[in-house]
Each structure stands twice: as structure tokens, then as C-alpha cells.
């Protein structure tokens, strides 16, 4: 059994990744100040008496007392959404809360993850991405608050491991949706589903050629331990290598939620990455792990969570 520190804990991602280390026996201390996550992700888990909830802002220095193996720092707002809301936040967290959680782990002598992003590839002109691409990343458009928040934690995370030898994994998420993301939180899986669960129009932005490559949350979850319990340094990609263009997910979204919403068209926002596919090779052969959740598959689990949360 670990002790384990999940920052973001009761967000979306975070929330599931608590409750795989309470299945498999660990003990969670989940640290949020519930920017973008919600109690309602975890409240489950108040009964749990290997779970404790801090809520706290990690971008302000972190102390948790008793022995702790590892800090997985998952604490982040991702909605593109959250980039113009909150931007200051967002570098906080990715830069100040990042150094806070790896001074945690040198000091109680703990493994330290950083869930990355994707994004650190920016619009990529390597296709598909594979981690030895150093990225083609505006440094000061709209986006860049999330991505270079993001590239100077991976940063951070490499001088610790380097410097004071902190055993550091990196996962660079890839676009990744399921149940417990937030029905308002701008992102395409969330807006999509919502919308064709009440008939309104599919808000698409740009033609919707652009790609992306949807990983279900419980393979998100499945690689990430697998990449904890290894020991592998360096990032490793983490998502699904099923390409689609925003419109097959639209029409994916419409088919399976037997809609009659039609698309509605909207500028493409500045900087919107126009292709993204992990390269996943790495994860395979480092991590023998594999995603197994169809897109139709996982958008019908999480069609269901929204259905209800809706009342439709
Ligand atoms: P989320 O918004 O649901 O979860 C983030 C959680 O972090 C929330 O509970 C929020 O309240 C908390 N948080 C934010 N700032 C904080 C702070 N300063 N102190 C304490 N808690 C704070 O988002 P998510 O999709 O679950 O993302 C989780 C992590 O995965 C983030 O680091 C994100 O950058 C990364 N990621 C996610 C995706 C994805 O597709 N979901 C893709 C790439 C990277
Ligand atoms: N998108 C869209 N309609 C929406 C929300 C998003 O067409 O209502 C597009 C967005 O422009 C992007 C893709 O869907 O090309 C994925 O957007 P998301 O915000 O989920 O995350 P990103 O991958 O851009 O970080």
C-alpha cells in the first residue's frame, strides 16, 4: 500500500485517478481548491477512510504531514475556455504549483508526476506526435498561458529529477473525456454531448477538419499508474491513436445520442491546433499498456452521465 497526494484531485481527471488507487488499496490525499472541480466528484469517497480531502490552492506553499510516497500533480484548469477566464491562474499552477508539489516530494523523499499536455506540441508539424518533437508553440497567444505553463513544469520537473534527484514521471495527456467532466466546461466532448442531448445546434468551430484523437478516461487512468508504478523518466505520451476530424465526432455524438441537432458554424479560435494524433509507441513498449475504449463506446458511457446530470 502507498500514500499518495493527487493535486486536482477532485476534478475530472483527478477524481477517477482517486478512485483506481482506492480500489487497488492505497491511501489518497486529494489537495483542490475546487477552481474547476467539484465535491460532487468525490464526495463517494468521504466514507473512505484511506481518503482525506484537503481543500487548498497549491500555488501557495503545500505541507502534508506523515510519510508520502508519491504526489501526482494533476491540478490544472484544461478548457481552452479557462485560458482566457482564468490565464493567471492557470501559469500559477502549472509554474509556482508545480515547484511547490516537487519541493513536497524531494522533501518526503516521494515520486513526483506531472500530468502534461498535449498542448506542450502546440500546432504540431510533426505528425503524428511523438516525444522527441519539441513542439511548434505560439509563446504569447491566448493558448500559450496553458502551454508554456505546462513546458516550464516539464522543465521544472527535469531540473529536480537532475539536481536533487526526485524520481519524476511526465505524461503528456492527450485529449481525454468521460464522465465528471463538467457539462460547461467549453471543452468539444462536453459541448457536443450536451448540446445533442437537448436538440440544440452543434456548435462547430472552423470547418471541423481539424483532428484530435479521444482517449476514454479509464485508459487515461490505466497509463498513468502503469507509468507511475514503472520507471520510466522521461515524458511519455498518454491518449488514444484514433484520429477523427470535429465533424466525425459530431456525427459519432448526433448518431449514438439519436439526436436531431443540426451543426452550427463559428470561427475556428486563434491557434487552434489543426491535427493531433499521439505516436504511441513509447507508452507501448515502456508501459505494456494499450487503450481499449472505442469512441463509441466511450461516448455512450458518458452520454449516459450527462443525460442524467441534465435530467433528459
Ligand atoms: P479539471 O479542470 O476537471 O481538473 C483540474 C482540477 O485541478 C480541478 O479539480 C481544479 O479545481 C484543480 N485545481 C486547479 N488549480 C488548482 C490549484 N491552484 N490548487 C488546487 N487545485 C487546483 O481538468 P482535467 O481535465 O481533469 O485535467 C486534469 C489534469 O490533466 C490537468 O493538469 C490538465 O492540464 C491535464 N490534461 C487534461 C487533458 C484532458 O483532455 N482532460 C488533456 C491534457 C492535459
Ligand atoms: N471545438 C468545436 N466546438 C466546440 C468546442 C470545441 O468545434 O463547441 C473544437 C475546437 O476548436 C478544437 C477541438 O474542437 O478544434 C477540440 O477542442 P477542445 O476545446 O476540446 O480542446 P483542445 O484539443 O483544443 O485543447
Not at 506542450?120 to 511548434?136: C, I, K, R, S
Not at 454531448?193 to 445546434?201: H, I, Y
Amino acid at each position: 500500500m502507498s500514500r499518495v497526494v493527487v493535486s486536482g484531485g477532485a476534478g475530472f481527471l483527478g477524481s477517477h485517478m482517486c478512485d483506481k488507487l482506492l480500489d487497488r488499496g492505497d491511501e489518497v490525499v486529494c489537495v483542490d481548491n475546487l477552481v474547476t472541480g467539484s465535491t460532487e466528484n468525490i464526495e463517494h469517497l468521504f466514507d473512505n477512510e484511506r481518503f482525506r480531502f484537503v481543500r487548498h490552492d497549491v500555488s501557495e506553499h503545500v505541507w502534508i504531514p506523515g510519510d508520502i510516497d508519491a504526489v501526482m500533480h494533476l491540478a490544472s484548469p484544461a478548457s481552452p475556455v479557462d485560458f482566457a477566464r482564468i490565464p493567471i491562474q492557470i501559469l500559477k499552477v502549472g509554474g509556482i504549483g508545480t515547484h511547490n508539489l516537487l519541493g513536497l516530494a524531494k522533501e518526503k523523499g516521494a515520486k513526483f508526476l506531472l500530468a502534461s499536455t498535449s498542448e506542450v506540441y502546440g500546432d504540431p508539424l510533426v505528425h503524428p506526435q511523438v516525444e522527441t518533437y519539441w513542439g511548434n508553440v505560439n509563446p504569447i497567444g491566448p493558448r500559450s498561458v496553458y502551454d508554456e505553463a505546462k513546458r516550464y513544469s516539464e522543465a521544472m520537473t527535469m531540473a529536480y529529477h537532475r539536481h536533487h534527484e526526485v524520481p519524476v514521471r511526465i505524461v503528456r495527456i492527450f485529449n481525454t473525456y468521460g464522465p465528471r467532466m463538467r457539462p460547461d466546461d467549453g471543452r468539444v466532448v462536453s459541448n457536443f454531448v450536451t448540446q445533442a442531448l437537448q436538440n440544440k445546434p452543434i456548435t462547430m468551430y472552423g470547418d471541423g477538419s481539424q483532428t484530435r484523437s479521444f482517449c476514454y478516461v479509464d485508459d487515461q487512468v490505466a497509463g498513468q499508474l502503469a507509468l507511475l508504478d514503472g520507471d520510466h523518466t522521461g515524458p511519455i505520451n498518454i491518449g488514444n491513436d484514433h484520429e477523427f476530424t470535429v465533424k466525425e465526432l459530431a456525427e459519432i455524438v448526433v448518431k449514438v445520442t439519436n439526436s436531431s441537432s443540426e451543426f452550427s458554424y463559428a470561427p475556428l479560435p486563434q491557434d487552434d491546433p489543426t491535427r493531433r494524433r499521439p505516436d504511441l509507441t513509447l507508452a507501448r513498449s515502456e508501459l505494456g499498456w494499450e487503450p481499449k475504449v472505442d469512441l463509441e463506446t466511450g461516448i455512450v458511457r458518458t452520454a449516459e452521465f450527462f443525460a442524467k446530470l441534465l435530467g433528459v
